[in-house]
């Protein structure tokens, strides 16, 4: 994101995710595709006991918010 910003010459002023935790697709019903950088403990076919893990994403995620968008390794 640094490089495409010195690059590019973007007026960034934040960037959110689309959503925390991993989401039922609304358009097929699926969960197997899995967005978010917390994974939820469910497959297509309703098994699961929708426990929550947090994703590498997740740490990396708290790491930028943390160092407010100057740390993004």
Same mark, same amino acid.
């Given at each position: 994101?640094?490089?495409?910003?010195?690059?590019?010459?973007?007026?960034?002023?934040?960037?959110?995710?689309? #959503?925390?935790? @991993? $989401?039922?697709?609304?358009?097929?019903?699926?969960?197997?595709?899995?967005?978010?950088? /917390?994974?939820? *403990?469910?497959?297509?076919? #309703?098994?699961? @006991? $929708?426990?929550?893990?947090?994703?590498?994403?997740?740490?990396?995620?708290?790491?930028? /918010?943390?160092? *407010?968008?100057?740390?993004?390794?």
């Amino acid at each position: 994101m640094e490089k495409a910003v010195a690059i590019d010459g973007v007026d960034l002023m934040g960037y959110l995710p689309w #959503g925390p935790i @991993d $989401l039922v697709s609304a358009g097929t019903g699926q969960m197997d595709k899995r967005y978010g950088f /917390i994974y939820v *403990n469910k497959n297509d076919q #309703g098994v699961g @006991d $929708l426990s929550r893990t947090p994703k590498d994403s997740y740490f990396w995620y708290k790491k930028v /918010i943390a160092s *407010n968008g100057t740390d993004l390794d």
